[in-house]
């Protein structure tokens, strides 16, 4: 089945730095790939998605890249702020006749210091 | 905006008893999903929903754990007997259908602690 790897665990930067977080997944079928982000003690909520036709995407700060030859793809947040401090997940998924669910990585943890 | 309702939010139980969860999804929503989210590692799907029907229930401990759909709308996710490493979040989720990722939406979650 499908494995996600995650990294970096933990990541902290300083107050309008950037940020990047890399997934590589394994089941080349997979051809969605969402990101999540969860507060503490709060449902993980959608930020971004990309879909496997689409090399990158762009949502004011926060962008996807993905590279479906290598299997990775990266979450991207500039001019990061203290409310961007949380858990962010990525997560792969096949859809249509293969089902959706999705098959979450292991999660980073983000550290805004300002 | 449209909200997956769960219940209970914390529930505390002593192992060997038995525990239940429910979730409503989101309104015309076909497809349900029962995860389950041990502290620092991400969700693990336990169970998929297509209406009434499981659609996948692979990685379901099908030992202790059972979940049912009766009419297709609302869900139960039952434990017994609960065990101490069964302490997690269990969250729920919907979608429109199984074809597609659109409306993707996460309950708020039962938090699971068994002492």
């Known amino acids: 089945g499908e494995n996600v790897e995650q990294h970096p665990s933990t990541l902290s930067v300083q107050e309008g730095d950037s940020a990047v977080i890399k997934c590589t997944y394994s089941?080349?079928?997979?051809?969605?790939f969402p990101w999540y982000k969860q507060e503490l003690g709060k449902r993980p909520q959608l930020i971004i998605d990309?879909?496997?036709?689409?090399g990158e995407k762009k949502d004011q700060r926060i962008a996807v890249t993905l590279n479906k030859t290598a299997k990775h793809f990266s979450l991207h947040i500039t001019e990061t702020q203290p409310e961007d401090s949380a858990v962010y997940f990525c997560a792969a998924s096949k859809s249509r006749e293969y089902g959706n669910k999705l098959v979450f990585g292991a999660g980073t943890i983000l550290r805004v210091k300002s | 905006e449209a909200e997956v309702a769960q219940s209970p939010r914390y529930k505390i139980t002593e192992k060997s008893q038995a525990v239940a969860f429910w979730c409503d999804p989101i309104s015309g929503h076909a497809t349900l999903y029962w995860y389950r989210q041990i502290l620092g590692q991400g969700p693990e799907l336990l169970v998929q929903f297509q209406d009434e029907s499981v659609v996948d229930d692979s990685q379901l401990p099908k030992d202790r754990f059972s979940a049912e759909r009766l009419k297709g709308v609302d869900s139960t996710l039952k434990i017994q007997p609960a065990e101490l490493g069964d302490s997690a979040m269990y969250l729920c989720a919907s979608s429109l259908n199984q074809q597609t990722h659109y409306g993707y939406t996460f309950g708020s979650g039962t938090r699971l602690t068994v002492v």
């Open positions: 990309i879909r496997s036709n689409v």
């Open positions: 089941d080349s079928a997979s051809n969605y």
